[in-house]
């Protein structure tokens, strides 16, 4: 039989949840699905429904999903239940879940732990908790001892983000540089910066949030758009001259800063051009110059996208070279191989 697995989260196209959930298959894994998403309840139209709804509605969604949740492991039995960034699944019902036999792991990929619905009580009940960040990883060893804590970089979704279309001609560009990714106050400044020092640059944004936010600054001229994923966003990477991965600043409780992100893997598997955020880890990923290239501020930034706007052929080049790299070896189908090893590992939590 092969090793089975339940995973809970959210399932869309391009998500982390779907990328893991296939690269297990393809390592001989068997996986069901809990799909968080499917279980959220609609709320009214005036504002006092919609807030007594939001209370009422949110409580019985968490509930329904958390018996899905319990149904499935108590059905299918399985290995392992490994959860995406946990939301929803408080620590009652992970010691249920491990009551039943199963082993229980966290694939945890985001900057911190305070967002809502993300229940850090619930951690001690992990046997395996793997995180994308590097910096989280002395906190979570010295708050779980008896978990095994890992670090697996984010990956990219190797059945949606690749490229799609044929060599992009320079006639055929639809921006200069492109970022994709939802708005913060961060963000926005490294752009209205860049936008002030190169007022010529087509710059194309897309992402939630950004549309009100650039009311009354210079990126109210460039093109913005709302979130898009998939084959979308894949085709918005290629037509880009440029894609720029810059990440949401400090945040949480402990001031983490992202240093690499699922942009830093998804920009090369997709066939684009990146010119990333500096920092030691990205450089042990890429060789910049010759793969990517990097700037530290953003004289540097406007500085490289001058540079690079004028040399298709360099840009060319590059980001072959950067595909090579990337592709497969950072897919989430070689991830799960990784991830799928840490598993394999016997649990620390009998030993309690």
């Known amino acids: 039989m092969p090793p089975t697995a339940v995973r809970a989260g959210e399932l869309w196209t391009g998500s982390t949840e779907l990328g893991i959930a296939r690269g297990l298959r393809r390592a001989g894994w068997a ?92 951690f001690p009940q992990y046997d395996y908790f793997i995180t994308t960040k590097s910096f989280q990883l002395a906190h979570l060893r010295e708050r779980l001892p008896r978990t095994i804590v890992e670090h697996l970089h984010h990956g990219y979704c190797d059945e949606v983000h690749r490229p799609y279309l044929a060599d992009v001609q320079e006639s055929e560009y639809v921006a200069d540089l492109a970022y994709c990714g939802n708005h913060s106050a961060y963000k926005q400044r490294w752009l209205e910066a860049l936008a002030h020092r190169l007022p010529g640059l087509r710059l194309r944004i ?21 979130g898009c994923v998939g084959y979308g966003y894949a085709r918005t990477i290629q037509l880009s001259r440029i894609n720029l991965a810059i990440h949401g600043g400090p945040a949480g409780s402990q001031g983490w800063e992202d240093r690499v992100s699922t942009r830093t893997f998804e920009l090369p598997a997709c066939g684009g051009f990146m010119l990333h955020v500096d920092n030691p880890e990205v450089r042990t990923l890429y060789e910049p110059g010759a793969e990517i290239d990097v700037f530290g501020d953003v004289d540097e930034l406007a500085a490289r996208v001058e540079h690079y706007l004028h040399r298709p052929e360099v840009r060319m080049r590059m980001r072959s070279a950067a595909y090579r790299r990337c592709v497969p070896r950072y897919g989430y189908a070689a991830r799960a191989v990784q991830l799928a090893s840490i598993l394999a590992r016997p649990s620390l939590q009998s030993t309690r």
């Open 206 to 226: 897309l992402g939630h949030n950004w549309h009100q936010a650039a009311q009354g600054t210079v990126l109210a001229r460039c093109r913005i758009e709302g």
């Open 31 to 122: 996986v069901h699905e809990v799909d968080r998403a499917r279980h959220q309840v609609q709320l009214g139209s005036s504002h006092l429904a919609r807030a007594a709804r939001r209370l009422l509605g949110r409580a019985t969604a968490v509930a329904s999903y958390r018996a899905d949740v319990l149904d499935a492991v108590a059905t299918i039995r399985p290995d392992v239940f490994l959860a995406i960034k946990g939301a929803d699944l408080a620590a009652a019902t992970l010691a249920r879940i491990r009551a039943l036999g199963a082993r229980t792991a966290m694939f945890y990929p985001d900057v911190h732990f305070d967002f809502e619905g993300v229940c850090q009580d619930a």
